[in-house]
């Protein structure tokens, strides 16, 4: 698989129209980390860094991580040709974390890189792992980024939204937020409770209506 696989999903609904992705709601009506990444890209550009060359070297490494998870989950070779020394060793190096993560848990994997289009809400989003944990259905999200936000716990929501509309027998327990560190190999596993994820959903809904709103303007 290319180091595209994962970027780039166009998503349509079922008149064939392109829909939004979740992260794109989210990103255009909430600000919550606009002040935290206006700071880094200063210390960025400080530092003599270009902040574009940083952000597509992290999303790189973040897309060769989820490849690697998935073909350790579905059983394939990751083609790693497209990816520079750096993004695979750091990539590998968080792989390192998802391994020792996926070893100690009671994890089972059911689904992954899910992609789902709502048209309740006419909204798109692939989801990065369904699976069973001691007997719970869980959502997950694989992070290679430091620090968790409260937009990975609101992604979450929105997909536990779009899954369970999707299978209307199934019921997420909680979501997981998976950081695998890219520079120590740790993993950090934050949990998500269901109310968490409840309220999660009727705010994500509420941006909806929000950029329905604004596109009438």
């Keep these: 698989m290319s180091k595209f696989a994962l970027h780039g999903t166009r998503y349509v609904n079922n008149d064939g129209e392109k829909v939004p992705s979740v992260t794109t709601i989210i990103n255009q009506h909430l600000g919550w980390n606009k002040q935290v990444l206006i700071n880094w890209a200063k210390r960025i550009t400080l530092g003599g860094q270009d902040v574009d060359k940083v952000l597509n070297e992290a999303g790189d490494i973040g897309t060769l991580l989820h490849l690697l998870i998935e073909g350790h989950q579905r059983g394939f070779d990751v083609d790693t040709k497209d990816y520079s020394y750096n993004q695979e060793k750091a990539a590998m190096k968080a792989f390192a974390g ?56 609101l992604q979450l929501a929105a997909y536990t939204y779009m899954y369970e509309q999707a299978q209307p027998k199934a019921k997420i327990s909680h979501g997981l937020v998976m950081r695998f560190g890219k520079e120590d190999g740790k993993f950090h596993q934050h949990v998500v409770k269901r109310e968490k994820l409840e309220t999660g959903i009727e705010i994500f809904k509420a941006l909806i209506k929000i950029s329905q709103l604004k596109s009438k303007l």
């Design 98 to 153: 998802y391994l020792q993560w996926y070893e100690k848990k009671n994890f089972k994997s059911l689904a992954n890189e899910l992609v789902l289009v709502n048209e309740e809400l006419q909204v798109g989003g692939t989801i990065d792992c369904i699976g069973k944990m001691d007997d719970d259905l869980v959502i997950v999200d694989w992070k290679t980024a430091k620090y968790l936000y409260p937009e990975n716990k």
